[in-house]
């Protein structure tokens, strides 16, 4: 039986509602809440029964759909309670240890007494309605076996994450693009640039294939410049535009019109020899071509275009006769493959009855290489025979002949993903297509939407999305992973995100609004725009219209990402939606944050990142006791933080910009929850704290771009286990550069980026020795040469070096005996010694498993 969402969310507001009638003392109201269990209990027994039943019965399904709004009240209901707990306990209002039990025993406590039982008794009235409608459906008990036990996940081996994972079964194609790319006189089709369309239907790897063509080092040689456009929709010529500028200039381009980008761009391509790949064209159109291809007419002869495009007409629109029809792969790759990712690598000896089942599979798959690494990644999560036989016999895994039979598959490993992956893989949809998908952000997105428990001593927020994020990536779900020191990264792929978005109005109530959207389910609470240019509909001062078609107690998730002008006054009604847990409002244009901000008692997550105009932030905003996440990074405009921001004792990640000298009176230095802190483009800051920091469960610290800071209370910080620092040479060169002996004894991932003044690496680091895994040197252009004493960092893992171009040599390396990992670009003598087996330091860096030098793979032994 494939897991039940509905089952996964009772089972979720049951434990929570166990765990606050347990802690309660107050007779009364414990009863109820008993009774409110009792019944949920009771439900919980005919779910799997009821929403296998519904398709065939309207008012079952209308049943179901009232037992997930009694689910959101009992939540809300409880998450009320523990919200007036923590006000209290900020105020010193309860008893002596502050605890969620004495609650109802605190002084004057009748007003929020009558008011819950009120809601409890409403509640539990509505569930005894619903308890009495069981019979006349029908409904029998089932226990439910779509859970996590004997579930496996697979570990994120080097060689299965992006940067090392090899593109089976490509070469003989890649060779043929090069071929093409290369061509000296290609047909050509009026200008001095060819196009070489990539067609096939999703799931083929035509992105994969570009990618591997643009990565070989022939194509680096061969062109000037190389720039990819991931177009995701409608084909943009001013994104493409703007792309090729910032890849050669490395500027911002929001405020130019378009004759200010054609000159800019004509500059940029005036005889230079290009390669740009257009990722999965859609949509292309005469007029929109005709405009780019008269854009690049001054580029370099031997200029190229790659499109990668679903559309069997973009090679006529482009009058391209290069096109590439890709074709699935041979039955010998596609075993390859699927074994990757259907079996454990560390087995001996695999079945044979699993490779039966799993070649009648394969020959299913049609050589399309997202349909076997999904149902290689689900079968991979059970290896008995009877669920590989189930799988191979369901009707939706069937022969792939067109795009709607992989749709079929994605849709029945969809089915298999256990409840709470289903429920955070629906939420995926609230970012961007092609965007990278972050760890961070997407734990406190599933913890403010309910999907992940707050932290205990033993399982944080943090910890628990990172699980859930691997599982999905186990399973294909997500797909080009990389880690990067603390920090896990995915891309889903353009099929998963289709599929994710036909799952998110069921599964969460979640709707994906446009300006031209005239009607909003009623039963939406999860909302979310992306627009990502202006529609040019919205007016100053005048508020987006679906404020008004919302109903806004229902709403959790308000996720608004546009160019359109978004004021003061539409914030200050979102602070109607007194049951709001996630508001991000990105690029914005308010200048004041509105006060009433501070009564959304139940905000988890707040990121209004990016609004250049905002120059303050309310006090108010400190009465946000619930919240995990604040962003205000990039608002370059704010002037100052509000005093005392160590009042919202629950924050666990800030990412500020401000233009303050400095942050002693903000009371940063006293968050003593806080565990992740980014400081962005603050030209101004001269100092971060003084007095005494309790910073003590500070995990992560990014300084990014503040040239005028000189010191860190670097004693203080006793917990960091991730400290990177980019652009800020004064630090680096004052109070980094000390020999202390007690710093960081719990570091572990440190990297240095862009410090030109930077020569020799910070001896500091000795002090992390024994704990110190991953070292990152990026873009330090006078660094002159590794030390010594690098040998005595027995713990290091990783070693990445990139843009040193006068670092020449290693010393010590060849005793880094745990080092994994080895890459190096940007470093042309370095680069050079390192080459396989004639490499002056090739003897000393040969044990190194994974080796990538000038970003190709030049040792990958998987151990």
Request: contains cysteine; neutral net charge.
């Amino acid at each position: 039986m494939a897991s039940s969402v509905l089952y996964g969310i009772t089972e979720r507001v049951l434990q929570k509602l166990g765990s606050l009638a347990d802690a309660l003392v107050d007779d009364g109201i414990e009863a109820k809440l008993r009774k409110l269990q009792y019944a949920l209990a009771s439900i919980k027994g005919v779910l799997l029964d009821a929403e296998e039943k519904q398709g065939h019965n309207y008012k079952l399904q209308v049943w179901l759909e009232q037992l997930k709004d009694v689910l959101y009240d009992v939540e809300d209901l409880v998450d009320d309670v523990q919200c007036e707990a923590l006000r209290k306990k900020l105020n010193g209002q309860q008893r002596k240890h502050g605890k969620v039990r004495h609650f109802f025993s605190c002084s004057n406590p009748f007003t929020f007494h009558l008011k819950m039982g009120k809601k409890i008794s409403e509640i539990g009235g509505r569930l005894k309605q619903m308890v009495s409608e069981i019979e006349g459906f029908g409904l029998s008990k089932r226990a439910c076996n779509g859970g996590v036990a004997g579930v496996r996940v697979r570990e994120m081996k080097p060689n299965l994450v992006r940067g090392f994972d090899p593109i089976i079964g490509r070469d003989a194609d890649k060779e043929k693009i090069i071929e093409l790319l290369m061509q000296q006189d290609p047909p050509r089709d009026g200008a001095n640039l060819s196009v070489i369309p990539i067609v096939g239907i999703g799931g083929l790897g035509k992105t994969a294939l570009a990618r591997l063509v643009c990565n070989d080092v022939r194509v680096r040689e061969h062109f000037a410049l190389t720039i990819w456009v991931n177009m995701l929709g409608n084909f943009n010529v001013r994104l493409i535009m703007e792309r090729i500028i910032q890849c050669k200039l490395g500027q911002s381009l929001n405020n130019l019109d378009y004759p200010q980008l054609q000159t800019l761009l004509r500059s940029v391509v005036s005889r230079c020899k290009l390669l740009l790949v257009l990722d999965d064209v859609r949509k292309l159109n005469w007029a929109g071509w005709d405009y780019l291809r008269s854009q690049l007419a001054e580029a370099a002869d031997g200029t190229r275009i790659i499109m990668t495009t679903r559309d069997a007409k973009v090679p006529a629109i482009t009058s391209s006769l290069l096109a590439y029809n890709l074709q699935g792969l041979s039955y010998e790759d596609s075993i390859s493959l699927f074994k990757t990712w259907a079996f454990d690598q560390n087995e001996q000896e695999i079945s044979p009855r699993l490779l039966q089942i799993g070649d009648e599979i394969i020959g299913r798959c049609g050589g399309v290489p997202l349909a076997l690494k999904m149902l290689g990644g689900l079968l991979y999560s059970k290896d008995d025979e009877q669920f590989w036989e189930l799988v191979r016999d369901d009707d939706m895994c069937r022969s792939i002949k067109t795009e709607e039979d992989i749709l079929s598959i994605l849709k029945l490993c969809f089915i298999y993903l256990p409840s709470h992956l289903k429920l955070c893989f629906a939420l995926c949809p609230v970012f961007r297509r092609g965007d990278i998908i972050y760890a961070l952000p997407m734990a406190y997105l599933w913890t403010a939407c309910g999907l992940i428990p707050l932290s205990n001593e033993d399982r944080t927020p943090e910890d628990a999305c990172n699980n859930y994020l691997k599982e999905l990536w186990s399973r294909s779900f997500l797909q080009e992973a990389w880690q990067s020191g603390p920090s896990i990264c995915f891309k889903m792929h353009d099929l998963l995100y289709d599929l994710a978005l036909s799952v998110s109005t069921e599964q969460i109530d979640c709707f994906m609004l446009s300006h031209s959207s005239q009607r909003i389910p009623e039963r939406t609470r999860h909302v979310s725009l992306l627009q990502t240019v202006s529609s040019g509909q919205l007016k100053e001062n005048e508020a987006p219209p679906f404020l008004s078609r919302l109903k806004l107690n229902r709403v959790r998730m308000i996720h608004w990402v546009s160019q359109d002008t978004f004021n003061t006054r539409d914030a200050d009604s979102m602070s109607k939606c007194e049951y709001l847990r996630f508001l991000h409002l990105s690029s914005s244009s308010f200048e004041e944050l509105p006060s009433s901000i501070g009564r959304l008692k139940h905000l988890t997550v707040l990121s209004l990142g990016g609004n250049c105009r905002m120059k303050k932030l309310p006090d108010a905003i400190c009465k946000l006791h619930s919240l995990l996440f604040l962003s205000i990074s990039r608002s370059s405009g704010l002037e100052e933080l509000p005093r005392d921001m160590d009042r919202m004792i629950n924050l666990r990640c800030l990412q500020l910009t401000t233009k303050q000298k400095s942050l002693l009176e903000s009371g940063i230095h006293r968050m003593k929850s806080l565990r992740y802190l980014l400081i962005r483009n603050c030209r101004n800051l001269e100092v971060l704290f003084g007095g005494t920091v309790c910073l003590n469960n500070l995990l992560s610290l990014e300084i990014e771009n503040c040239p005028r800071l000189g010191s860190l209370p670097l004693s203080e910080l006793t917990a960091l286990e991730s400290l990177r620092i980019t652009g800020c040479d004064k630090l680096m060169l004052t109070q980094l550069d000390n020999n202390e002996s007690d710093l960081f004894p719990k570091l572990r991932f440190f990297t240095v980026l862009a410090s030109p003044r930077l020569v020799h690496l910070l001896q500091w680091l000795l002090a992390s020795a024994d704990t110190l895994e991953e070292l990152y040197i990026i873009d330090c252009r006078n660094l002159m040469a590794l030390p010594e004493w690098l040998q005595d960092l027995t713990f290091l893992k990783k070693l990445h070096i990139f843009g040193c171009p006068q670092l020449s040599s290693m010393q010590g390396v060849g005793l880094l005996t745990a080092l994994q990992e080895l890459c190096i670009a940007g470093c042309p003598e370095l680069s050079k010694k390192c080459q396989v087996e004639d490499g002056e330091l090739w003897p000393e860096v040969s044990h190194v498993p994974f080796i990538k030098v000038d970003w190709k793979v030049v040792q990958s032994n998987d151990h």
